[in-house]
Each structure stands twice: as structure tokens, then as C-alpha cells.
């Protein structure tokens, strides 16, 4: 059986199509529409079975193929199907399809829609197997005609072994996800980070090809949720034509989404405005940077797909959708994707975005302004607290108040202008600039202006967001198991029932600011029971503040001082003052066989191991 498709061409009587397949019919005009997009357009329903040419010749005599007119869902709304001409009536024998027209204005677009969902019932298809297309007389997007458009987009197949956090020694069971990339410049892929985190296997197959390559992950951008891919078979490129990145569209533009979403095995495309462009919560990246938001629907599988504006130029990458609300989808723009691309060709690798590393307060209050001895004509924001480890730590004080950054002021409000009519938050701003870059501020302090140059650098957190395809780290002794406190750990461990667990610890983090380099937040995650750890088997989920009376600065501090200890006890001081203490000898004569009981190859992580074999310093002092 052939697809069923719905294509739609340009109003004109005089346009007219001849198709022989119904795949060439949805590869010929190259492009779609959503459904909704309906009025003064006719509309061409294309069955298996049958096939015909449409035309408007001055005869209007009516001729029903008889393979459609027997289905009575069809029988009882033919007074809105337009006619197929006598003189190219289709036999049903040994023909793909046929192409029935139907009016599209809105006094019948209800006919027409219940008429769609019987052809879709029927035929027992899905919703994702049909398509709505446009006729190269629509000017909006006629430069999305080239079907080489189409041939740049891939469908991405990623296999993933995702670690158990709460078993960090193991993995997890693997599983295969899809999502969806395009061709760019230089031989490269792009998809969204999320569709190829924890990858063991990555492989891409181009639209309309039957063939999958392997990729390599040349660099993933956590924060941003991008991944540039490769493929070195020259087979895969052949005759590819990479996209063009356009320019940040405008408020109510039309954006046109392709992609590979669940729910079918072809090409999906989706149609909406641009209804919002504003930094926006990154869900993979739990980052803020510009993105826009689009009414069309964007669901599992578009994630990597490009977003298209009416003159076939990519605007952007579809990446998430709203969970509360339907029909809205969110795009990374080009400018973070000049970002992430820059980044990487810079560096040979990518760093991230940058941050100013500090915590500010908005100043809407005319007298806390008044109190900061600011004049009527000055805005700026409030510095509350300066990251430990941020150069800016060596200019900024708590109480100053920033003014403008590279010379462009900054409102109370901590926006700042992005086009005629429109503003956008400060940290657009700096997440233009690079790592390394440097960026002038006007501060004032006690009522005095002043200039000030800080060099800007990614965040360093106390809870990282992601591991960054790294193993979680962790240590056993005496069947005490102690991890590094990650994002991706309180999300999978302490997220439902035990999400106290994780507010305690984000409390604990405060700003999630680390204050020197290296720190960790230590967690004695379990106990696995045995005869030298009774009493202590259901302690877990508690932070490990001390060892010996040694303030613990991360996992690799840890374990250094554990196996270099010398004292007659091993002691732990957690939080909530509870003390584990446990004798030396029997400590480490006990580990190997816990571990041999609960089948777990090794004592500690592999960057533990590495770093215990190069006898990686910590500025410790032996216990």
C-alpha cells in the first residue's frame, strides 16, 4: 500500500499536478503546512489504489472513481468533493493512487476535516503518516522548493548505557532513542546534546535514503543542548547540500519545523509563528539563554530537527516543548549556535557559555535606589553575592551596583535593549562573549562611577548538572559507600519519593557555588550490610563532612585519606552530628570481601584509580 498523504496547492484553477506515486507527490513540491494553515487553498486527498490528474477544464462534468465512492464515509460528504474529469478517470487496477480535490474554505473546512479522519480510519493509519504540503505559487515559501533541503535532514539513532547512579559501579540496561539533525558546513551534523547523552553507538540516516553510517560525537554542549556530529563514509555526503543559517526572525514570522517525532517512520513537518523570543530555561542544560518560542507542537523525536523561515533559511534547532500547555515548542536560535559552533572551532573543544559569576537583585524600588545614593537618571542591579572562584571576585563587592556592561545600560529591571521595541535579559549579553573574553562594567559604588574590566569564565558549580559522558565517581570501604553529589543523582534518586532528600542537599549547596577548586559535595549514598558495618546498615543519604577530623574537600581527598590512614579507627563525621567509626585493620580486610558478596569489581571509580596510580596530589596531610 502507498502513503496517504495531503497535499495542498496554490489557489489558482489553473495549477495542476500529475502524480504518479504518491512519494513523488510529497517530494515534489518539497515542503509543508500544518493543517491549520487551510484558508482559500484547495486541497488534493491522495488514496492507494488509484491514480489521476487534477485541472480545471470549463467542463465541470462529475466522474467519482468507484474505489473511493464505495466507502460510504465517502459516499456521504461527496457534495464537497470536487470532480475528477471524465477524460482522465482512473481505473483502480494496477495504478498506486488517486487525487481527489477539495474545496478549502471555511464554511466547509469542518466537512473536510471529518471527511481527513474517516480517509484516516479507512486506510488504519496514523496521524504522522500524512502530510500537508504547499504549491510553489505560495510565495512564503518558495525557496523551500529544493528537495536538497529535505536530503540535508537526517534521523539520528542513538544507543545509550546511561550509569545507575544509585549503583554507580554499573551501568544501566541499554536502550535506543531517535532524534532528529541536519547537514551543516564542513562535513558536520547537528543535533541536540540530549539525543546522544550516555551514546555507545551513534548512527544517522538521510531522508529518503535506507542506509545508516556511523557518526562520531565530535563535541556536546550540555548547557546548550547541541552536539556537532561527523561522518567520515563519502558515500553519506553525496550530493549533500548543507543548510544556511539565517538571522534571528521577528516576533509573529512563520517557522516551519522538520523533524522525525515519535508516533511514525517518516518525515514529519510542523508550522507555527514565532510567538516569544527571550532567554528561556534550558531543560537538558538547567541553563538560561535566548530561545524562541514557536505554536507549533514539538514532540519526542523532533529534538535536532531545523527550523526553517519562509526563505528555506535554518533559524534554529527544535529542542523541547511546554508540559503544561499545548502547541508550544521552543527553538534554539542561531545565535546560540554560532556560539556553540565558534566555541568549538576556537578551542578544538567546547567550554560552555560564560557567566559574570555573580548573584544580583533587581532595583524597582525607587528608595532602596535612593538608599544606594543612585540618581534619578541611573538603573543598574544590585551585586548580592560574587562567585568564589569568578575573576570578578577580585573587582566586584557585595552593595555595588552595576551600571552597564561594554557600554550598554542595563535597566532595573536587568534587561537590556535587543532590537527596536524589544529588550532582553542582561545574560544574553554575556553569553555572546567566549571564554577568556574580558568585558568592561560600569559600577557604582558608595555613589561613585567607576570602570571596572572582569574576565569572563563558565560557572563553577558545587552540583554539577551533568557528567559530561564521565562515570559517576565513588569509594567503598567496609561496605560505607560514598559518591560525589551530581544533578543527575538527586534527579534520578531523590526526585519522587525521596525529594526531601534532594531540598536538603540543594539547600546545603546554597548558591551552588564551589569555593576552591576541586570541591565536592560527598555523600554516603548506602551501606551495604555486613557483619563490620552492624548497626550502621541503615544510615544513607547523608553528607560526609570529615574524616579523622579533616575537613573533606572531594571524593579523590577521600580516598586518599582513607588509604593512607594510619590511625587504629576509621572516622566519619556525616551531617546531622552522626559519626560512624569503624577499626583500620578490620575496615580494609572486610572491603574485598563485600565486594566479592555484592559482585562489584572494584573499590572505587576509574578516575579514582587513574588518579591513585599517578599519585595525584590533593594537598593532604596523612591522617
Known amino acids: 500500500m502507498a502513503a496517504v498523504g495531503l497535499v495542498a496547492f496554490g489557489s489558482s484553477h489553473g495549477s495542476h499536478s500529475f502524480l504518479t506515486r504518491t512519494s513523488s507527490a510529497l517530494f515534489s513540491t518539497a515542503m509543508w503546512r500544518t493543517v491549520e494553515e487551510r484558508s482559500s487553498v484547495r486541497s488534493h486527498y491522495i488514496t492507494p489504489s488509484c491514480v489521476g490528474l487534477v485541472g480545471v477544464p470549463s467542463d465541470r462534468s462529475i466522474c467519482y ?23 482522465y478517470h482512473c481505473s483502480c487496477s494496477g495504478k498506486d493512487d488517486v487525487v481527489i480535490d477539495v474545496e478549502s474554505d471555511d464554511a466547509c473546512w469542518g466537512a473536510e476535516q471529518d471527511l481527513l479522519n474517516s480517509f484516516k480510519h479507512m486506510l488504519s493509519m496514523d496521524e504522522n503518516s500524512f502530510f500537508y504540503g504547499i504549491d510553489g505559487d505560495d510565495e512564503d515559501v518558495a525557496a523551500l522548493k529544493d528537495v536538497s533541503l529535505l536530503k540535508a535532514i537526517v534521523k539520528v539513532y542513538c544507543v545509550s548505557a546511561e550509569p545507575d547512579y544509585s549503583l554507580p559501579w554499573q551501568l544501566r540496561r541499554q536502550y535506543t532513542t531517535t532524534g532528529s539533525g541536519f ?26 535514503d535506507d542506509t545508516k553510517y556511523i557518526a562520531t560525537v565530535l563535541a556536546i554542549g550540555s548547557d546548550c543542548d547541541l552536539a556537532l556530529l561527523a561522518v567520515k563514509d563519502d558515500a553519506f555526503w553525496m550530493d549533500a547540500k548543507p543548510l544556511e543559517f539565517g538571522p534571528l526572525p521577528n516576533l509573529q514570522d512563520a517557522v516551519t519545523v522538520i523533524g522525525y517525532p515519535l508516533g511514525g517512520t517518516t518525515v514529519s513537518v510542523t508550522k507555527g509563528v514565532v510567538s516569544r523570543i527571550e532567554v528561556t530555561s534550558y531543560a537538558h542544560g538547567d541553563s538560561e539563554l535566548l530561545a524562541i518560542q514557536i505554536d507549533a507542537a514539538i514532540n ?87 562567585e568564589p572562584l569568578s575573576p570578578s571576585k577580585e573587582i566586584l563587592k557585595e552593595g555595588d ?32 562573549k567566549f571564554t577568556g573574553d574580558t568585558a568592561v562594567l560600569g559600577v ?67 548558591f551552588n557555588m564551589a569555593e576552591y577548586e576541586g570541591q565536592e559535595m560527598i555523600l554516603l549514598s548506602e551501606v551495604l550490610a555486613h557483619s563490620v558495618n552492624i548497626g550502621y546498615e541503615d544510615i544513607s543519604h547523608l553528607r560526609a563532612l570529615r574524616f579523622n577530623g579533616i575537613k573533606l574537600r572531594n571524593m579523590q581527598h577521600l580516598a586518599q585519606l ?42 572505587r571509580s576509574q578516575d579514582l ?12 596531610a596523612v591522617c
Open 401 to 432: 551596583v552595576i551600571l552597564s556592561f561594554d557600554g550598554v545600560p542595563i535597566s532595573n529591571e536587568a534587561t537590556v535593549p535587543l532590537r527596536p521595541g524589544e529588550r532582553i535579559a542582561l545574560s544574553f549579553l554575556v553569553s555572546q
Open 300 to 386: 519526542p523525536g523532533n529534538s535536532g530537527g531545523p527550523a526553517f523561515n519562509d526563505d528555506g533559511d535554518c533559524v534554529g534547532i527544535a529542542f523541547q516543548a511546554h508540559d503544561n500547555a499545548d502547541n508550544i515548542g521552543y527553538v534554539i536560535p542561531t545565535p546560540v549556535i554560532h556560539h556553540f559552533l565558534k566555541d568549538y572551532n576556537k578551542h578544538g573543544h567546547y567550554t560552555g557559555f560564560p557567566s559574570l559569576g555573580l548573584v544580583f537583585q533587581t532595583l524597582s524600588n525607587p528608595d532602596l535606589r535612593k538608599f544606594l545614593y543612585m540618581k534619578p537618571e541611573q538603573k543598574g542591579i544590585l551585586v548580592q553575592k560574587v
Open 65 to 87: 472513481p468507484g474505489c473511493l465512492f464505495n466507502y460510504p464515509c465517502f459516499h456521504k460528504r461527496h457534495q464537497w468533493i470536487w470532480p475528477v474529469w471524465k477524460k
Open 183 to 208: 547537514m551543516i558546513s564542513g562535513k558536520k551534523l547537528l543535533t541536540n546534546a540530549h539525543c546522544v547523552e550516555h551514546h555507545t553507538q551513534v548512527t544517522v540516516r538521510r531522508t529518503g
Open 562 to 603: 582513607v588509604d593512607s590512614c594510619k590511625n587504629p579507627f576509621m572516622k566519619f563525621e556525616l551531617e546531622h552530628s552522626t559519626l560512624v567509626v569503624i577499626e583500620t585493620g578490620t575496615a580494609r580486610a572486610s572491603t574485598s570481601k563485600i565486594l566479592k558478596e555484592y559482585s562489584i569489581a572494584h573499590d
Open 444 to 510: 557604582l559604588r558608595d555613589g561613585k562611577e567607576i570602570e571596572l574590566m572582569t574576565t569572563l569564565r563558565p560557572p563553577s558549580l558545587l552540583i554539577p548538572v551533568h557528567l559530561k559522558n564521565r562515570q559517576p565517581t565513588y569509594f567503598i570501604i567496609a561496605g560505607f559507600v560514598f559518591t560525589a553529589v551530581t544533578g543527575p543523582l538527586l534527579e534520578e534518586n531523590y526526585f519522587e519519593d525521596n525529594i526531601y532528600v534532594q531540598m536538603r542537599l540543594r539547600v546545603a549547596a546554597g
Open 609 to 620: 584509580r587513574d588518579a591513585r596510580e599517578q599519585d595525584v596530589p590533593n594537598g593532604i
